[in-house]
């Protein structure tokens, strides 16, 4: 750092009008050969023992950490790759079309209404709570929620419609495993790229169809991948093996979410309300992301067989630390977040070493959720952000223009700490103040590579 600054100082001289006579770059050698050796007197002048300890000490983490890292990434892609086929995700995702079809054919026949907001949406996230046998389609289990959202939505006959898609999904999800007609082979379903007006294409083979990213974005993935795989994204030669299955990866993402619809539902915090919480609270993790919207390179997802080439660690239900600072924004569902709630509680009282959780969920006072965050004997902080004053990050921002959307409701953010929680991250006073504004989000800012944040393995473990 020393040498460093040394040169700085001396250009001006070196870029100045009169260039420096040859007696002036001789003074300048034999300065700059003093420096090193008066920097190398200091090293070597520090107790040799203790340097030796604290560097054996150090190395010994740091080895330990990239095993750990390494031995969880390796379970991860063991768990998540298998028998995922471009085949198999496009048949899901014309069988979830279907469903949905269904759905709105059914609210027009009996009660000449459209399908209710989010009505598949969250039918999806409550049976992903008990049965992850396919990643989209329900089971064909009775719900009476679905039969809530309905008769809200103005069916008059909820019934029949629920039962009509029930049948359906139990079809669809035999279907997938049985299919009347094999899938292409995977070498007629290879992934081309065709950029145009700012935004990436991504076509597989010869199937109708094709997902769009925009070209921010793609990059952002890129980075994921190359640092999920130890690489350097910008320096490291790459292989034409490499960038084919890094097309295939970001096709079945696009895919995947794009079957699984509401941008909305897939809506998170802007980036200066994450950045607010990694200053005051060291929050380095997310608990409900995507690759595609995810803030921080350490994110939980629901999808772990597509979203794994990205850094997903998996699903939140699934996660267990035991120590670090985490933001939960989960999907609007008070099944969802009931279930997290419960989660987040055992989390906080299995363990002794600082843990630290910032939810963020909508005001509805009404649902057990709320009930369960405000009643929590771990609750060190709570507020509540009026819906005029914040916004979101739109969940579809990967492909369309516009970066953020005005919340629909008032949202309440808590601060759920352990004890060692409460010493290694304590809340400051200014948080309601800092956050509410960073919640407020610019409309008008760009969307750049610096759409997420590289964190270290001091980040939660």
């Known amino acids: ?40 007197a200091d090293y070597d002048t520090a107790p040799a023992a203790k340097r030796t300890k604290k560097e054996k000490k150090e190395k010994k983490e740091k080895k330990e950490k990239k095993e750990k890292k390494e031995e969880v990434k390796e379970n991860i892609d063991k768990k998540a790759v298998e028998s995922l086929t471009l085949g198999d995700e496009v048949h899901r995702a014309v069988r979830v079309k279907a469903l949905r079809t269904k759905l709105a054919w059914g609210c027009k026949q009996f009660g000449g209404v459209k399908a209710p907001l989010l009505c598949y949406e969250r039918w999806q ?35 029949k419609i629920a039962a009509m898609l029930r049948r359906l999904a139990v079809k669809s999800r035999q279907e997938l495993k049985n299919p009347s007609q094999p899938n292409p082979p995977e070498s007629e379903l290879a992934v081309s790229k065709v950029q145009k007006y700012g935004r990436i294409d991504l076509y597989a083979g010869k199937l109708r169809g094709y997902q769009t990213i925009n070209v921010d ?49 897939q809506a998170g915090l802007t980036a200066d309300a994450f ?7 060291k929050v380095t993790t997310e608990c409900f992301a995507s690759p595609l919207n995810c803030r921080y390179t350490r994110f939980c997802s629901a999808f772990e067989d597509t979203d794994a080439a990205f850094g997903s660690l998996g699903s939140f239900f699934d996660f267990a630390p035991t120590r670090g600072s985490f933001e939960a924004n989960p999907p609007f569902v008070p099944e969802t977040m009931s279930a997290m709630a419960d989660h987040i509680e055992a989390l906080l009282a299995g363990t002794d070493q600082p843990l630290s959780f910032c939810v963020v969920v909508p ?40 970066l953020h959307r005005p919340s629909s409701y008032d949202s309440g953010v808590f601060i759920l700490q352990n004890t060692a929680g409460v ?18 989000g610019d409309c008008k800012r760009p969307l750049t590579r610096a759409n997420y944040v590289l964190v270290g393995d001091e980040a939660s473990e």
Not at 365 to 382: K, N
Not at 423 to 440: I, N, Q
């Open 275 to 281: 950045d607010v919480l990694h200053r005051a609270l």
């Open 1 to 40: 750092k020393l040498q460093f600054l040394y040169l700085i100082g001396h250009t001006r001289t070196l870029s100045s009008r009169h260039a420096p006579t040859r007696e002036g770059l001789n003074r300048m050698v034999a300065e700059k050969r003093l420096l090193d050796e008066s920097v190398k």
């Open 125 to 159: 996230a409550r049976c992903a709570l008990t049965d992850r046998d396919d990643p989209l389609i329900p089971n064909g289990e009775e719900d009476p929620m679905l039969l809530h959202d309905l008769k809200r939505g103005g069916v008059t006959d909820p019934e």
């Open 217 to 265: 974005h793609y990059n952002k993935l890129w980075n994921l991948h190359c640092e999920h795989l130890s690489k350097d994204p910008v320096y490291c030669e790459v292989e034409d093996e490499d960038l084919a299955q890094f097309h295939k990866q970001l096709f079945l993402v696009l895919l995947r979410y794009d079957s699984l619809g509401g941008a909305g539902y």
């Open 363 to 402: 005001a509805w006072t009404e649902v057990r959720a709320w009930r369960q965050l405000t009643d929590s004997p771990h609750l060190r902080a709570h507020f509540t952000v009026a819906a005029r004053d914040h916004s979101f990050t739109d969940g579809a921002q990967h492909y369309q223009q516009a």
């Open 423 to 440: 010493a290694e991250y304590p809340v400051p006073a200014s948080l309601e103040a800092e956050l509410t504004t960073a919640m407020g």
